[in-house]
C-alpha cells in the first residue's frame, strides 16, 4: 500500500511532482518539463510585453473574443498534443482539465506576443487627429496609481468608440465629460464630439494597427 502511494504524487506523502517516473525514459520526462516551465513563464511575459510595447488598435469586445477562442481552441487541441500518458499518474480529472485549460491560456498568451511583435517591431507610423466624446479614470485610492482613457473614435468616419489610456496631462487637459466604467458601446457612440486628439499609430505588418500613443490635437475642434 506504502509503495502505491508513493507513485501518486497528488496525494499526502506521495512522490514529489518533480520527481521523474522511474518507469518511463528521463531525457524525455526532462524535456517535456522544461517545455511546459517556458510556456507557463515565457507565454504570459512576451504576450504582456507585445501588449505593452504594441496594444492592438481594436474594441475590447474583439480582444476579449479571439482571447477566449484561442484559450478555448488551444484547450481542445491539448487533448491531441499531450495524451494522458504523458500527464502525472494518478492525478484526479479536475486537476487534468485544469492542467490543460493552463496550458490554453498560456498558449493563448505565446500566441498573442509572438503575433503582436510580429506585427509592430520596426513598422512605419502614422498620425492622425480623431474626436473624442469621453473620459473615465480607474479607482485607485491613490490618484498617482490611477488609468486614465479617453473615450475616442479612431478610425475617420466610423461612429465607433474605444477606450485608450492616455497620459495624466493629456487626460485633465480635455474639456470631456466623465463617464462610468463600463458604460455601453450604443451609449458613447450616440455621445457628441467635444475634442479633438492626436493618434500616433503603427502600421502593422499583419494588417492590424497598433497604438503607440495619445496626445492632445494642437487644433481646435472642428465642426
Known amino acids: 500500500m506504502a509503495s502505491q502511494s508513493q507513485a501518486v504524487w497528488w496525494r499526502p506523502g506521495g512522490r514529489s511532482p518533480f520527481a521523474l517516473d522511474p518507469r518511463r525514459p528521463a531525457l524525455p520526462q526532462i524535456a517535456a518539463t522544461a517545455a511546459a516551465l517556458g510556456l507557463i513563464v515565457g507565454g504570459p511575459l512576451l504576450g504582456l510585453a507585445a501588449i505593452s510595447h504594441y496594444p492592438p488598435l481594436v474594441r475590447d469586445s474583439e480582444i476579449y473574443g479571439y482571447g477566449l477562442g484561442a484559450i478555448a481552441l488551444l484547450f481542445l487541441a491539448s487533448f491531441a498534443l499531450i495524451p494522458e500518458r504523458m500527464m502525472p499518474r494518478g492525478l484526479p480529472l479536475p486537476q487534468r482539465l485544469l492542467a490543460r485549460a493552463g496550458w490554453g491560456l498560456c498558449g493563448a498568451f505565446l500566441m498573442l506576443g509572438l503575433a503582436g511583435l510580429a506585427n509592430g517591431y520596426a ?21 498617482a496609481r490611477r488609468t486614465h482613457y479617453v473615450s475616442i473614435r479612431p478610425w475617420p468616419g466610423a461612429r465607433t468608440v474605444v477606450d485608450l489610456a492616455a497620459p495624466a496631462e493629456v487626460y485633465a487637459a480635455l474639456d470631456l465629460p466623465g463617464t462610468r466604467i463600463g458604460t455601453p458601446q450604443a451609449e458613447l457612440e450616440a455621445m ?18 497598433w497604438l503607440k500613443e495619445v496626445d492632445r490635437a494642437p487644433s481646435p475642434m472642428r465642426r
Open 123 to 143: 513598422t512605419p507610423l502614422s498620425v492622425r487627429e480623431v474626436p473624442a466624446v469621453a473620459r473615465h479614470e480607474t479607482r485607485e485610492r491613490d490618484p
Open 192 to 209: 457628441q464630439d467635444r475634442a479633438w486628439v492626436r493618434l500616433t499609430v503603427g502600421e502593422g505588418r499583419l494588417g492590424l494597427e
